[in-house]
């Protein structure tokens, strides 16, 4: 049997992709403690499909989509980036569909068409190879906690294709925990489709009209998919609110259904928060802005004293006493591990913060900045530790050190964590000796902002009849 050698070299790009959706998948559980997937199902696995996603990380958006959807992503990307022929062959087997725009053209050369006809007319053809099509209609990476306003690219591009009937538009939301930590926890939405047909009939007589309505929808889908923050006014009341009261209410969940920690929805909390904190501002303002205040007034205290909120958390929920003995004996015990696991993983963990901290223009960067670094980093410096030990020991011992770098990272990384914890605990235990009013008035404020919390949450729940933590 004879391969043509389009299919031929289909089936190479899909192979490729295949890999590099492999190696994704290992980088995403490497970077990220938890990525939370809802309703991937909602991706058909055969026709085209047009994926609209907000950008608040950079290529690190990229790399979830593309890690948690089965099927080849095709991601829109600039033609320069194709000009240089290695880099064209790589992207375009990675699945990028080059876009012209007017800016890009090169000086001295006439560009013969509307570089928006171009990229539609790509999108299109992709489409009829049922393929699946990723847009950021946001148009740029941004740090914000919501969606901002979408440009109408993606309407346009859905309302031109000559058989709309058979696209499925599905709005997909990124939400970050911590967009900066290591180890953070990441939310991946797929939500419902959004129809295209409803707008097809006024597409046809007023073609601005329909393209502003879909936008609209896509619009409303997107931030569905999101804890989205509709001012940005209110984004720090939100953080401060979550920072203080999301742990108390994973608790209260916790002992109030039985349920194990991994069971409790974070990000579901911090919606339910922003909703909260959206419907003060709406009903009773002047309650929101006393909050606020007595939380601004609580954070200048920590700040004083040089003590964190943690630290005084913990005051008010001592672990038991056995807990802690049984945590003291593992501190004991796993310190050589955790002395050889940070001698040996120092370079590849320490080596990618410093660089993103140095590289990165602007918050959005910093994680594909340390990605990046650290795809380099890690097995670079692991291999040539490997080698030295190899040269050194042989290979038995080369091979049982190699086996080891993995695992030994993992286990010195949580324990740097615990000593933080310790670090800070003890910054407040000092406190508490050399300033003991200063301490009792830190835990007497934070008792009082969580009964106003709570008195809060009462309220919200109360008024809104049906909503829920």
Known sequence: MTVSAPAAAAATSDRFYAALRRLARFWVWFFFRRVDVRHAERVPATGPVLLCINHPNNLIDSLLVGAVVPRKVHYLATATLFRQRLLARFLLAAGAIPVSRRQDAVRGEPMNED???????????????????????????????????????????????????????????????????????????????VPITPYLGTYATDPVRAVDALTTAIQWGMEAEVVHVERIDATGLVHAIEELYRGELVRQLREERGLAERQVDVFRLSRTIVDAVSWFKAHEPQRLERLWQRIQGYRALLADYHVRDEAVRSRLDPHPVGRRLVTGWEAVVGFPVFAYGLTVNALPFFVPRFLARALSHKETDYATVRLLTSIVAVPVFWALETWIVWRAGGAVWAALFALSLPLSGVLAYHYLRGLGRLRRALRFSTLALTRAQAARALIAERQALITDLDRARDAYLASTRGSSF
Do not use: W
Request: aromatic share 8%.
């Open 115 to 193: 570089p928006n006809s171009a990229m539609f007319a790509t999108c299109h053809r992709a489409f009829a190879d049922d393929q699946v099509v990723a847009i950021y209609p946001e148009g740029t990476t941004h740090a914000e906690a919501r969606v901002q306003r979408i440009r109408t690219g993606a309407a346009r591009i859905a309302l031109g294709y000559s058989r709309p009937g058979e696209l499925t538009l599905i709005p997909v939301g990124l939400s970050f925990e911590a967009r900066k930590s290591f180890k953070g926890r990441v939310l991946v939405s797929f939500g419902p489709a």
